[in-house]
């Protein structure tokens, strides 16, 4: 039992301590993604926007993890 | 050169990155041993170490049959999470937003936790001693597996990616045997710093192949995505200090 529960609190550490960020990866990928299908975002230019949209994850991330222990 | 290049990645990658999760699983390990002695310690990572193993080998059939797009977007993912938050932690811990990680402190906590234990019965108070190693190993090494497979799992890269872990593990090892003592010099937030950066830009550079677009420059792409994460932490932790000292004053 003690085990399970130190496995659960391990992938919510992991996944959920900061949903939020973990949304926003997810969603930058599929953001991405769906970019690339719909021929909106050309194959070249795909890398360059999924490293920006990962870069604003982090800024917003580490501004809202800031905000929260002033 | 791009050969290289992934190579030395790969091997970086995974060294720091299990150095860090080692370091971790050996202060549990060695809070047993002080306490309860060696063998519920053994005995605890042995069975931790083959519940592992058998993990690896049974999930590895079902990584081959995945189809390799899917798997580099999937570990793709995967990374980035990983990676941004281990970031993120360790830029709020830089900018003295969120207290640093102590061993010293985990030993002793944990090495309290043990003492509460030993009014039971010897095999009552050894079993739980071992089930506390066995956590911490499998916990940790769960980490260490995926980080392994994750970072190997372009062709040719798993070799590198293991040698990098097996490395640490006995590094760390090593050093611990010799100072017996929790290893709380050593800078794990520095460390947790640059494997944040490292698992982000793996993570990033797997989704693109994963996502049909790779880099036109390929595998040395990897560098320089690791770089771009790195300074921009280091750039955030100094802004999060300034802030803060602006507030504090």
Same mark, same amino acid.
Request: glycine fraction near 10%; include cysteine.
């Given at each position: 039992?003690?085990?399970? +529960? #130190?496995?659960? &609190?391990? !992938?919510?550490?992991?996944?959920?301590?900061?949903?939020?960020?973990?949304?926003?990866?997810? #969603?930058?990928?599929?953001?991405?993604?769906?970019?690339?299908?719909?021929?909106? !975002?050309?194959?070249?230019?795909?890398?360059?926007?999924?490293? &920006?949209?990962?870069? #604003? &994850? !982090?800024?917003?991330?580490?501004?809202?993890?800031?905000? +929260?222990?002033? | 050169?791009?050969?290289?290049?992934?190579?030395?990645?790969?091997?970086?990658?995974?060294?720091?990155?299990?150095?860090?999760?080692?370091?971790?699983?050996?202060? =549990?390990?060695?809070? $047993?041993?002080?306490?309860?002695?060696?063998?519920?310690?053994?005995?605890?990572?042995?069975?931790?170490?083959?519940?592992?193993?058998?993990?690896?080998?049974?999930?590895?059939?079902?990584?081959?049959?995945?189809?390799?797009?899917?798997?580099?977007?999937?570990?793709?993912?995967?990374?980035?999470?990983?990676?941004?938050?281990?970031?993120?932690?360790? $830029?709020?811990?830089?900018?003295?937003?969120?207290?640093?990680?102590?061993?010293?402190?985990?030993?002793?906590?944990?090495?309290?936790?043990?003492?509460?234990?030993?009014?039971?019965?010897? @095999?009552?108070?050894?079993?739980?001693?071992?089930?506390?190693?066995?956590?911490?190993?499998?916990?940790?090494?769960?980490?260490? $597996?995926?980080?392994?497979?994750? =970072?190997?799992?372009?062709?040719?890269?798993?070799?590198?990616?293991?040698?990098?872990?097996?490395?640490?593990?006995?590094?760390?090892?090593?050093?611990?045997?010799?100072?017996? @003592?929790?290893?709380?010099?050593?800078?794990?937030?520095?460390?947790?710093?640059?494997?944040?950066?490292?698992?982000?830009?793996?993570?990033?550079?797997?989704?693109?192949?994963?996502?049909?677009?790779?880099?036109?420059?390929?595998?040395?792409? =990897?560098?320089?995505?690791?770089?771009?994460?790195?300074?921009?932490?280091?750039?955030?932790?100094?802004?999060?200090?300034?802030?803060?000292?602006?507030?504090?004053?």
């Amino acid at each position: 039992m003690t085990l399970i +529960r #130190a496995v659960v &609190a391990l !992938l919510i550490k992991i996944f959920a301590a900061d949903l939020w960020l973990t949304l926003t990866a997810i #969603a930058a990928v599929a953001l991405c993604g769906l970019g690339l299908q719909s021929h909106i !975002l050309s194959p070249a230019a795909l890398p360059w926007c999924l490293t &920006a949209g990962v870069l #604003a &994850a !982090l800024i917003i991330g580490v501004a809202r993890g800031s905000k +929260r222990q002033k | 050169m791009t050969d290289l290049a992934s190579f030395a990645t790969t091997v970086g990658a995974s060294f720091l990155a299990s150095a860090v999760e080692v370091v971790e699983a050996f202060t =549990i390990v060695l809070a $047993v041993s002080v306490v309860r002695g060696p063998r519920p310690a053994l005995l605890g990572t042995f069975a931790a170490l083959a519940v592992l193993a058998v993990a690896v080998v049974a999930l590895g059939p079902t990584l081959a049959r995945t189809p390799l797009p899917a798997l580099r977007l999937t570990i793709g993912i995967l990374l980035l999470v990983f990676g941004l938050g281990w970031l993120r932690k360790a $830029v709020l811990r830089a900018g003295g937003a969120l207290p640093l990680h102590d061993e010293t402190a985990a030993f002793a906590a944990e090495t309290t936790a043990l003492r509460q234990a030993e009014d039971l019965d010897d @095999k009552a108070a050894d079993g739980v001693a071992a089930l506390a190693a066995f956590k911490a190993v499998l916990l940790e090494g769960a980490e260490v $597996v995926f980080i392994v497979l994750a =970072i190997g799992s372009r062709p040719g890269l798993l070799l590198p990616a293991a040698v990098g872990a097996t490395a640490a593990c006995a590094l760390v090892l090593a050093v611990g045997a010799m100072v017996r @003592k929790p290893l709380s010099t050593i800078p794990e937030n520095s460390l947790k710093f640059m494997v944040g950066a490292l698992l982000t830009g793996f993570g990033v550079f797997w989704c693109c192949e994963g996502l049909g677009a790779p880099w036109s420059s390929g595998d040395l792409a =990897i560098p320089g995505l690791v770089a771009l994460y790195l300074l921009a932490g280091l750039a955030l932790a100094a802004w999060v200090r300034a802030t803060r000292s602006t507030v504090g004053a």
